[in-house]
């Protein structure tokens, strides 16, 4: 009697700890599990190491071809692309006969999605999601954003940018009076210096004021001189990486733009100059914020408010071989993963989620422009890049404290990323064998092209696309032609193959999810270190003057595979098992959450399938 009363209490315990479990998932796009657990860039991380330290970290294989779009899609829905209907970036468009070869979606968006997201599958069985700047949440369409559902999707990725990060100067101002703020503006212990600028669709007044000196140290902003405003500190550029300060220290408040408060901007004065002479004033881009919830409107305004605006991308301000411009263009990545960070924190604590599905787009923004440098030896990117990681786990860190010990967090990311030093322009030998043709300003000519490229893959014209001119019994020549002219393909300077893999069998697209009816006839996987370039202009092999960071190439290698970090009351049990795959990241979580996976899904729980 008293063992059937154990079990029972324990039963019931369980039943209340899953009914009760909350899970966090965010994605770090392009963050790789080679970079996780190989390079010096990612130590500085405790937060995330103490993460690892509780939980399971394994690799994880993406989607093919590698990019954000299809791999967040992989994530969300549990399916390839063969199913979910988003093969990469940008993607052919079904149906074949109503849409040429050549025409491209937009993988981050919600048309055309045909695979029920995880945030949605959650909501309709009950369980309260969110879904914050995840692919695709935007726009809220039935198929992300269904209505009635225990549901709420924010967006300020894929929404309007309206201005982007811009950097202004003395040359950009125009003398103003004084006067015409109100209330008026603070002694200043020189006289105050006033102008306006603008910048359509936005327009701002600054005044310059000394409040510790003799010389201008501040300035005060706004976007009517009657209106709201924030005060700006000029202060020198930091010097080291914010292991122990707070992230973009130096920026202002937010300060809310638009004809309905639409957006939030930042400031950052690095030089006051002497009365505007020499000024320098970086305002962050303005993101319109889009929120789907019974209580859309007011949520949205309290976001802004309370959790200010999202900055979708920092922006390089210049080389980075100039130490002040790189110095510059990491405060303003600072700010982005702040901000990026705190709405999914305000969004965690304030809707109460027991599913919360979160974007953060670095370090994938950082590594396109940085990985090749520092592969190539620059010590200087090197530590810029350990500044971005840096900046990211503190990010984090608040996030992952609010965690109960009920709770679940699972980190993972789209895809890894790799140094490339060279291009490979794939259409040039395919068009000495008449595969593809270009028009006469050097663009590929749909009309006389048997394929083309999307990313690492490819799409033969055959006649069930419109416009189509590849007969059904030549598909298999034409690919047969492009595997060898391809593969032939040899470094100059080296001799060796820069194409390291062909891949179109029926097999390969099942496990690999490139297929479907919108898909790729074949990929192709280049050698570490190079990358297609789909252009005309330029010789077959190229040597970059600026190696770059990319990914696209074959999931299952090292530097392709994402990361699956994974910590809560069931994650120690995923030490063994199959090798995960991005598709099994939704199974997953379902399992935690005891309801059922997306419908279309299918990848695997891995806690069940060992």
């Known amino acids: 009697m008293k063992l059937l009363f154990s079990l029972s209490v324990l039963l019931c315990a369980l039943a209340s700890a899953a009914q009760g479990q909350r899970v966090l998932l965010i994605s770090l796009d392009g963050f790789g599990h080679q970079a996780l657990t190989q390079d010096e860039a990612t130590r500085g991380m405790p937060a995330l190491r103490a993460l690892m330290a509780r939980g399971v970290t394994r690799p994880m294989q993406p989607a093919f071809p590698s990019t954000t779009a299809n791999g967040h899609i992989a994530l969300a829905t549990g399916a390839w692309g063969d199913v979910n209907g988003k093969h990469a970036n940008s993607h052919p ?156 220290r130096h920026f202002t408040a937010g300060l809310a733009v638009g004809e309905a408060a639409e957006a ?27 929120v789907f919830d019974a209580d859309g409107e007011p949520l949205r305004r309290r976001i802004l408010a309370e959790a200010g605006g999202m900055i979708g991308n920092g922006s390089a301000l210049g080389s980075p071989k100039d130490d002040v411009v790189l110095r510059r263009t990491l405060e303003l990545d600072e700010l982005a993963i702040r901000q990026q960070a705190r709405l999914q924190e305000w969004v965690w604590r304030n809707t109460a989620p027991r ?60 895809h890894g990323m790799g140094p490339v030093a060279k291009h490979v322009r794939v259409y040039l030998p395919l068009e000495r064998v008449g595969l593809v043709a270009r028009e006469p300003g050097g663009r590929l000519d749909p009309r006389r092209s048997k394929l083309s490229m999307i990313y690492n893959c490819a799409v033969v014209n055959t006649l069930d696309w419109k416009g189509g001119i590849v007969p059904a019994g030549e598909r298999d020549t034409v690919m047969a032609t492009a595997r060898s002219v391809l593969g032939a393909l040899l470094d100059p300077e ?84 199959p090798d995960l795959r991005a598709i099994d990241v939704a199974p997953y979580v379902s399992g935690l959450l005891r309801i059922a996976p997306p419908a279309q ?9 060992q």
Request: net charge neutral; proline share 9%; with cysteine.
């Open 494 to 577: 080296t001799g060796r193959h820069v194409i390291q893999g062909f891949h179109a069998s029926q097999g390969e697209k099942r496990q690999l999810g490139f297929g479907g009816p919108a898909g790729a006839d074949f990929c192709l996987d280049p050698a570490p270190g190079y990358y297609l370039n789909h252009t005309f202009a330029g010789p077959v092999v190229e040597t970059l003057a600026t190696p770059t960071g990319q990914h696209g190439g074959h999931p299952l290698r090292s530097d392709m595979r994402s990361i699956f970090v994974t910590a809560g009351p069931r994650a120690r049990l995923l030490q063994g098992g």
């Open 93 to 248: 468009l079904a149906p074949r006969d109503a849409h040429t070869s050549f025409e491209r979606g937009n993988g981050f968006r919600a048309e055309g999605l045909t695979a029920e997201p995880l945030w949605v599958a959650a909501a309709r069985q009950g369980v309260r999601s969110a879904a914050v700047n995840f692919v695709p949440t935007f726009p809220f369409l039935p198929v992300n954003a269904p209505q009635g559902l225990p549901l709420t999707v924010i967006n300020q990725y894929q929404t309007r940018r309206i201005a982007p990060n811009r950097l202004i100067t003395e040359r950009d101002l125009t003398p103003e009076p004084c006067q015409a703020w109100e209330p008026p503006l603070e002694p200043s212990r020189v006289p105050r210096r006033c102008f306006g600028w603008r910048e359509p669709p936005l327009a701002f007044h600054m005044a310059l004021g000394a409040a510790h000196g003799e010389a201008y140290d501040h300035a005060d902003i706004a976007v009517e001189r009657g209106g709201a405003r924030v005060r700006a500190w000029a202060a020198p550029l930091e010097n080291e990486p914010p292991a122990a300060r707070p992230l973009a």
């Open 264 to 290: 939030v901007v930042y400031f950052r004065l690095f030089d006051a100059g002497n009365g505007g002479g020499s000024l320098t004033l970086l305002r962050s881009a303005a993101e319109e914020a889009a």
């Open 601 to 609: 899904a299918a990848g695997r729980d891995p806690l069940q399938s």
């Open 355 to 414: 599913l919360q599905m979160g974007y953060l787009s670095y370090p994938d923004h950082a590594d396109h422009a940085w990985l090749g440098l520092a592969a190539a030896g620059d010590e200087r990117i090197q530590r810029a890049r350990a500044w971005i990681y840096t900046a990211i786990d503190r990010a984090l860190a608040p996030l992952l404290a609010s965690l109960a010990s009920s709770d679940t967090a699972v980190l993972v990311s789209d």
